[in-house]
């Protein structure tokens, strides 16, 4: 496994690669939240980390068409084999950077209650954390809201 | 029921109004497709109908942050007693007008192949259809895809 690792903007071509591996990385289905649409309308702000040809992390980001002052992250996954090692932070102070450089002064993200990985990282990495929302992401689902400021 | 109609810019708040009501509408699962974050930050270009208080239908669209050219249609809904009456071409019409003041040239949406009301409306509305394309949004997923000139 080479430690080289390169980090580019994404293009609307990456999902099928994405999409590939994610159910495997996530160690459950979650495929159903990551439709074509995400890498076709906001690869500008997404990323993509590669070891040689193989997929070692991307992070799918927008920054909000509707609120000015906000970005979202809605997915990032790193290789099972590659954790551990920052590539995450490494992918979200990018995303972070970008989201600063246009103005933006908030970066929100969610992820379920149960997910303790996702609220220890986020938590390390400046974000405040809600309690669980019911209801969050339709009848009968609950999602905590990450919350941090930029800039 | 009421017949008058009213039509508005889409709020955040709408949210939890639109997914109470999309199983139903769509007589099948379709709220796990429908996140908060669709109407979080693209509720500016989607649009709400009501009649009176009663939610009559729905638009939710973005102008592609991505792909300058390009705005997305997501999900559009109406009430199952108001349909066949051209509120989903209203609806329609009031997003294409939206894209094409901003300079969009062409509207994208995609269904699954076995919608034939949605490809049938698509296709009445100018829109041309795509073969089934596997592997769509994801592995094992297979879509149709729609796309229309502006202007």
Do not use: C
């Given at each position: ?106 970066v929100r993200a969610v992820t379920a209650p149960v ?20 209801g969050y992401d339709g009848p009968g689902d ?10």
């Open positions: 496994m080479t430690l080289d690792l390169r980090l580019r903007t994404a293009t609307p071509a990456d999902y099928d690669r994405i999409a590939a591996v994610a159910d495997d990385w996530w160690g459950r289905p979650v495929s159903h939240a990551l439709p074509r649409l995400f890498l076709d309308h906001f690869h500008a702000t997404s990323a993509v980390a590669e070891a040689g040809d193989e997929l070692a992390g991307f992070l799918i980001g927008f920054l909000s068409p509707s609120l000015p002052d906000a970005a979202y992250i809605h997915f990032v996954g790193v290789h099972p084999a590659r954790r551990g090692a920052g590539l995450a932070r490494v992918l979200y102070e990018r995303f972070f950077a970008l989201a600063a450089a246009d103005g933006r002064t908030v997910n303790a990985p996702s609220i220890a990282f986020h938590t390390a990495l400046g974000f405040t954390v809600t309690a669980p929302i019911p609950v999602k905590v809201r990450f919350e941090r400021p930029l800039g």
